[in-house]
């Protein structure tokens, strides 16, 4: 009796894993693409708070000065900064709920860098930052 020859199912074996390793490494890469992509817009509300936050006026009531903001001073500060900074985030939303916080939220698209079927494209990227006056 002969044994049946074994030669050649190998192959298969070493496609599939291979396929899977391709697989597991461009989703490793797409979700550190997204990863940065949602610190940079984390950055980017950062610094469009803290622009908007220093729109204030001066007001001295009592003797004491109170820095003041206005929602429109807000919004005017936070587009100039959004206007000036390279990429594609967009003001969605900015007020100051107290007078002296400013609270500016701003959105992007984000695209993976390589192609996945694991990894849906154009996922909205949304970061909300609060700053406050540094008078009052």
Known sequence: MRLRDDAGSLLPLVIGYGALTAVLMITTIDLA????????????????????ADTFTLRVTDGEPRAVLTAPAVAAGAALLLE????????VESDTPDGSS??????????????????????????????????G
């Open 102 to 135: 400013a609270v500016v939220t701003v959105q992007t698209t984000w695209h993976p860098p390589l192609f996945s079927i694991v990894v849906p494209d154009g996922v909205t990227l949304r970061s909300t930052a609060i700053a406050r006056t540094a008078i």
């Open 33 to 52: 693409s997204l990863n940065v992509a949602q610190r940079g817009l984390d950055a980017i509300a950062e610094a469009a708070a803290l622009a908007a």
């Open 84 to 91: 000036a900074t390279p990429g594609e985030a967009v003001l």
